[in-house]
C-alpha cells in the first residue's frame, strides 16, 4: 500500500475519532453540559466506558451495541454518526488530494477547513433533529471559518490573477457569499412568515446560509437554497407521507439538516452540478 491508502485509512480513522466526540458534543451541549466531563458513561447504569469500550465503530461492533455492563441497547446512531464522520472526511481528503492546481500549503488548508466545517455541519444537523435549534458555534463559527479562510489563501496563494475574481479578491468573494446566503434565506424567512402567519424558520437557518456563502462563495450558496429546498421538500413530502406529521400542524421540521446536506453536494460536485445545468439551455441553441 502506498502513501496515498495510508492516508486514505489515517483520514477515515480520523473522521471516525472526531465524529465520535461530536456524538458527546451532540449529547451535551443542548442540554448546557460539559463535553469534558463526567467521562463517557453508560446512561442506563452509569457505568463508566473504558478507553478500549470506546474506539470508533469497533467498540460498537465488539459489544453488538450493547453496554458491556448492563447489556442496555446503545442507539444506532452512535455508530452512523462515526461512519458518516469517517466517510465524510476520507471523501474531503480524495477531494484535495486530488484537485488539480494550487499550491501544497492552499490544498493542506483547505482541507483542514472542509474537515473542520464537516465536523461543524454534522454536529449542527443532528442537534437541529433533536432539538430544533443551531448552536452558534456552528452558525456564527462557520462565518467566522469561511472569512478566516478566504483571508489566508488570498495571502498565500499570491496568485492574483486578474481574470478570476475569485482568487484575486478571495476576502470580497467570501463576504458576497455570506451577503447572499444569509440576504436569501432572509427573504424566504420574510416571505415565509407573512405567507403563514407564523415564523416559518428559525435565524439559526439564516445564519447557517451565510457560513456556506462565506466559506464557499455566492454560486455555492445558491446551489445550496435550491438543493437544501429540493431536499427538505422530498423530506417535508415523505414524512406527512408517513403520518409522521401534519401539514399546516405545529410540528416544526430542521431545515438546517437539510442546509448542510446541499452544502455538501455543493462543496464536492458543485461546479459540475452548474455546468450541467447550463448545458441543458446552451445544447439547444
Ligand atoms: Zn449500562
Redesign the pocket.
Same mark, same amino acid.
Given at each position: 500500500m502506498g502513501l496515498r491508502g495510508i492516508l486514505c485509512i489515517y483520514s477515515f480513522a480520523l473522521g471516525a475519532c472526531v465524529a465520535s466526540f461530536l456524538n458527546v458534543v451532540i449529547y451535551r451541549v443542548p442540554r448546557g453540559e460539559s463535553v469534558v466531563s463526567p467521562p463517557s458513561h =453508560?446512561?442506563? =447504569? #452509569? #457505568?463508566p466506558i473504558k478507553w478500549y469500550q470506546n474506539i470508533p465503530v469497533l467498540s460498537y461492533l465488539a459489544l453488538r451495541g450493547k453496554?458491556?455492563? =448492563?447489556? #442496555?441497547a446503545i442507539s444506532p446512531r452512535y455508530i452512523l454518526v462515526e461512519l458518516l464522520g469517517g466517510a465524510l472526511f476520507l471523501a474531503a481528503f480524495m477531494f484535495w488530494a486530488d484537485a488539480p492546481g494550487g499550491n501544497f500549503c492552499v490544498r493542506a488548508v483547505s482541507l483542514l477547513v472542509w474537515w473542520i466545517w464537516i465536523s461543524l455541519m454534522i454536529a449542527g444537523s443532528f442537534i437541529d433533529f433533536d432539538h430544533q435549534l443551531l448552536p452558534d458555534f456552528v452558525t456564527v463559527g462557520g462565518m467566522v471559518l469561511g472569512l478566516a479562510y478566504r483571508a489566508f489563501t488570498g495571502a498565500s496563494a499570491g496568485n492574483f490573477d486578474f481574470s478570476d475574481p475569485v482568487t484575486y479578491l478571495p476576502l470580497a468573494h467570501s463576504i458576497a457569499g455570506l451577503a447572499t446566503g444569509f440576504g436569501l434565506l432572509w427573504l424566504v424567512r420574510w416571505a415565509g412568515s407573512k405567507a403563514f402567519k407564523r415564523e416559518a424558520m428559525g435565524m439559526g437557518d439564516v445564519f447557517l446560509m451565510g457560513a456556506v456563502g462565506a466559506l464557499f462563495g455566492p454560486a455555492a450558496a445558491l446551489v445550496t437554497l435550491i438543493l437544501s429546498s429540493l431536499f427538505g421538500s422530498v423530506a417535508g413530502i415523505a414524512m406527512v407521507a408517513l403520518a409522521k406529521t401534519r401539514l399546516g400542524g405545529f410540528t416544526p421540521i430542521p431545515y438546517g439538516p437539510y442546509i448542510c446536506l446541499g452544502c455538501l453536494v455543493a462543496m464536492f460536485r458543485g461546479p459540475q452540478l452548474v455546468d450541467w445545468y447550463l448545458n441543458l439551455f446552451t445544447a439547444r441553441i
Open positions: =453508560c446512561p442506563k =447504569c #452509569a #457505568a453496554c458491556a455492563n =448492563c447489556r #442496555a
